[in-house]
């Protein structure tokens, strides 16, 4: 599984207090602890900043960048917020989200993805609804494969959005995301499949309950990376226990040595 940390978002309220109060030190921490307990990359969303989106995620990545080993998954639906990020900082391995079928936001996310050869999230979407059906965004997720791969972009630099939603707001929610799981890692193999994995269970009680079994059907239908808490310390137990069920742990190992990390 390819883990994205996503606990410096601008959209979490305690978050966004700590980031307009320039708390460089809590950036630096945040980053940290999420590579501690595993995670591949960061994801830095200064979204809720609006028109200081820019500023806010030029000075999160000043704050992030100060951990070694960090890679950085940079978050916004504007591609010319992304390319002053990577203007001012020319990151190794970074991955953009996202880019969708509207073809200024395609165009533009696509040039920076070729330009500092990036990865890219790609949201199976061609406005600003997001489709209900599995089979609409099957429609969409190949769309988008097929195009970002015709510009040469390698299929192991993309990652296709399932496009988790509540099951609070629509009980078919989860199911629909899954089947899209299912759909797309069934034509593509080698391409990645995330999502922002705690959203299923979105205003909704015992959230950890949710959240474990929709990761368990997850993966079970090919999801190989995720947006999630990986500070959780119930995270390594529950991803290993999907691992293991979805068939992808010989031996057990993976649970074995989660379990004895866990003890230890």
């Not at 960090?70 to 978050?75: E, G, P, R, S, V």
């Not at 015992?206 to 079970?220: D, G, V, W």
């Not at 959780?232 to 992808?248: E, F, Y």
Request: overall charge negative; hydrophobic content about 45%; glycine content about 6%.
């Amino acid at each position: 599984m390819v883990i994205v940390g996503e606990k410096l978002n601008s959209s979490i309220p305690s978050v966004q207090e700590k980031l307009a109060a320039r708390d460089a030190d809590f950036v630096k921490d945040m980053t940290q602890r999420q590579l501690e307990c595993g995670a591949d990359y960061i994801d830095l969303n200064a979204g809720a900043f609006l028109s200081g989106e820019t500023e806010m995620l030029l000075w999160m990545l000043e704050a992030a960048t100060a951990v070694e080993g960090a890679k950085f998954m940079l978050d916004s639906p504007d591609y010319r917020v992304l390319a002053c990020a990577l203007e001012r900082f020319p990151l190794e391995n970074a991955v953009l989200n996202s880019v969708t079928l509207e073809k200024e936001r395609f165009n533009g996310v696509l040039g920076l993805v070729k330009k500092y050869n990036t990865g890219v999230v790609a949201l199976p979407m061609d406005g600003k609804s997001v489709p209900k059906t599995a089979s609409e965004r099957f429609e969409k997720a190949c769309a988008l494969a097929d195009a970002l791969v015709e510009n040469g972009v390698p299929e192991d630099k993309i990652f296709i959005d399932a496009l988790v939603e509540a099951v609070c707001a629509d009980f078919e929610a989860a199911r629909e995301t899954v089947e899209t799981i299912r759909l797309v890692r069934e034509k593509y193999p080698n391409i990645h499949i995330t999502g922002g994995l705690s959203n299923v269970s979105f205003g909704m009680p015992k959230r950890k309950f949710i959240n474990s079994a929709f990761l368990a059907a997850a993966i079970y239908a090919g999801l190989d990376s995720g947006i999630m808490d990986i500070t959780n310390p119930d995270a390594p137990m529950i991803l290993a226990a999907s691992q293991l069920v979805a068939g992808k742990d010989e031996y057990c190992c993976g649970y074995m040595e989660a379990y004895n990390n866990l003890k230890g």
